[in-house]
Structure formats: C-alpha cells, structure tokens
C-alpha cells in the first residue's frame, strides 16, 4: 500500500470515529442543557428548574416559551443594533455566533453592516428558523446555520477531534472494517510505510483546522456550553484572529441582592457576579472589556412578560398536554419571580471584549 492509500485509510477512520464523537457530544449536551437549566446555574427560567422533576425536557419548554420571540435574550431590537454599532461592524467581517439560538443577530446584522457569519445550535426548533430568517432578509448567500453541539462544533473547526457532523453510514463501517484489514497487513509488511503514515496523521488534522479565521466569536446567554465564562472564553479563542472580539451575553447581580432572591431564581452556586465582578471575572480570563450594552427592566419584559402570552395561549391550546402541568408552573414561577426578584436584581448584558 502507498503513502497515499494510507492517507485514505487515515482519513476515512478520522472522519467516522469522529463522526460518532460528535453524534455522541451533541446527544449528551441537550441532556447537559436540561441538567444545567434545572440546576440553581440557570439565568433564564425564573426559577422552573422546579419544573424538571415533572420530567419535561427544559429545552422544549424554552422552544414552546420563546415561539413568539425572535431575540432570545433581554435585549430589544434597538439594544442588539446598539451593540452591532458599539462593536464597530465592518461589511465582510466575519463573526462565530455559538448558541445563536433563531440567529436573529447574524442575520440583522449582515443585513445592516454586512458581516457574514456562522451560528451554531443544539435546538431543531430554533436552527430552522435561523435558515428562514436569513432567506427573508436575503442574506442567506452570507450567514449560515449549523445544527449541533458548540463545544464539538468550535473544537471541530479548530483542530480538535470532532469534524463533520454526520452518522457513519454502514458503508463507511465496511470500507473502515476493510482498510483496517488492509492496515493490519501494512503494520506487518512496512515499517517505513508506516512513518510515513504516522506523518500523516499530524499533517491530516493540520489541514482541517481553521485556527483565528472569525473577526468575532459571540456567546450570547449560553456560558454554560464551556462550563462557565472563563471555558467558555477558552473555547472561542482559537476561532478568533489576533485582535478579534468576544462577545460574552451574561447575567449579574445588583450590588444590594437579597438572600432570598438567589434562592427564588434558582441561583445559588455564585456563577455569576454583580457587575464589578463580571469585570474581574473577564480580566481573569485574560480579556480586556472594551464596550457593553446592558438590559434594563423594560427589555427584560421584553424578553420574560412576552413568554407569558405565549405560555398561556399554548396552554389553552394543549390543555390535554403531558407536558401541560410544567408548561404551568413554568409560567407561574415566571411571572411571580420576574416580578418579585429578576426585573429588579438580575441584571444581563453582552460584554465586548478583546
Ligand atoms: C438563552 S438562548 C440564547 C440564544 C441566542 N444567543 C440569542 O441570544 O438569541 C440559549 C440558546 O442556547 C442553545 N444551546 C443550549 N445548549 C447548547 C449547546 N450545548 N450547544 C449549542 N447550543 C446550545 C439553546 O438552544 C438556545 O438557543
């Protein structure tokens, strides 16, 4: 066998074990976001961590929650152009956007300052609507969209060992089982050949990874896919070129929080900081903060009150619904936590960073 059949040989067994690789991460990190958003970590529920011991799955109640919302955060229309403006947006920059949710921000932005991007995201609801948003405003042609996990999906285009997301086909399982045979023969007949092919294999990665080829990489309301903002900050580095932004979407405190609200909004493990803090935790992970646009209670409402309609009129209509009994205490928990606690005490942001 020549150095070049090794290489097919190489590859093809890269490609489906890595194909299973991601299948595997994207699998377990759904069951991840039902873990991290029933646990005290979760900003965005208002509390319905509660709601998992009725065993729905939390990313379905944020899908029927948000099925009216475009933005999946607590900034408005003018708040996300805001920031598209406070990042100094050029035409053909291009921008990572890791749980872009209905890709809202790539395609308003491409559409106003013409970036072009590429969103990452777990949800089959969400990535679809990302498609067709991006075709309505005609920049289908500049923003794409991918289905799956960001962690696999960063690390695949960066060199790790999870490339394109697909399931090994049986085919692809025999012609492996094959070259494997082939390989076996090669190990016993060649050892120069097989030099040859251990050269291979570190050159085959190097070909595939696009280290530093975003102009910005933006994480917005999904730290948790890097187990915090500093793994997450680690995550989206290698994407970025030198001098690149980072965009961080996080919550923070109000300096005078009570006890009783960290409980009541399900956060009781200290992830997140008031807002010196946030500062603090982004210097310590090696950023500069350069910029920020921050919520307020109104574009709070914006994003939490408009979940309620939404929840309600779903509940009407599923009123036989298994998953009807959490969809309700999600939307009671809401209303009397956002009241009583978020609007006044959460606060949220995106933090430009370099
Ligand atoms: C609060 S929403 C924010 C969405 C979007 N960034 C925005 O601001 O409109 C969180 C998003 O993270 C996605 N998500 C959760 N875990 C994920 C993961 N491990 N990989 C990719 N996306 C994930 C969810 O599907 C959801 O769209």
């Not at 403006?85 to 932005?109: S, Y």
């Not at 921050?294 to 779903?314: H, I, K, M, N, P």
């Not at 509940?315 to 609007?343: F, I, K, V």
Request: charged share 25%; net charge negative; proline share 4%.
């Amino acid at each position: 066998m020549t150095r070049r059949t090794w290489r097919g040989v190489l590859r093809r067994l890269e490609a489906v074990l890595g194909a299973v690789l991601v299948n595997a991460c994207g699998r377990a990190a759904r069951a991840d976001w039902a873990a991290a958003n029933a646990s005290p970590l979760n900003p965005w529920t208002g509390g319905c961590g509660r709601c998992h011991g009725r065993g729905m799955d939390m990313l379905r109640m944020h899908e029927i929650a948000e099925a009216g919302h475009r933005i999946l955060n607590p900034f408005t229309e003018e708040k996300l152009m805001l920031l598209g403006e406070v990042c100094r947006l050029r035409p053909a920059q291009r921008q990572l956007d890791l749980a872009c949710g209905k890709g809202e921000m790539l395609c308003r932005w491409a559409d106003a300052f013409g970036i072009e991007g590429h969103g990452v995201d777990i949800s089959e609801v969400f990535v679809p609507l990302a498609r067709a948003r991006a075709a309505e405003l005609g920049v289908a042609d500049r923003v794409t969209f991918e289905l799956g996990e960001a962690a696999a999906a960063v690390r695949a285009m960066t060199g790790a060992a999870t490339p394109a997301m697909t399931e090994p086909t049986p085919a692809d399982t025999e012609a492996t089982r094959s070259d494997i045979e082939a390989a076996r023969a090669i190990v016993d007949a060649a050892h120069a050949d097989i030099e040859a092919a251990r050269a291979d294999i570190e050159a085959a990665p190097a070909e595939r990874r696009q280290y530093h080829q975003y102009d910005i990489a933006s994480c917005i309301g999904a730290t948790w896919i890097g187990g915090g903002l500093a793994g997450t900050v680690a995550l989206m580095r290698p994407a970025v070129r030198d001098g690149g932004l980072l965009l961080l979407g996080e919550p923070y405190w109000a300096e005078d929080t009570p006890e009783e609200a960290y409980a009541a909004l399900n956060m009781l493990g200290g992830e997140f900081a008031t807002l010196e803090g946030t500062l603090d935790r982004i210097e310590a992970a090696g950023l500069e903060l350069l910029e920020m646009v921050l919520a307020d209670g109104d574009s709070w409402d914006r994003y939490v009150a408009e979940q309620w309609w939404t929840v309600s009129d779903w509940l009407r209509e599923n009123a036989g619904s298994p998953d009807a009994p959490a969809m309700r205490e999600y939307l009671e928990t809401s209303r009397r936590t956002h009241l009583r606690y978020q609007r006044r005490y959460l606060g949220w942001g995106v933090f430009v960073c370099r």
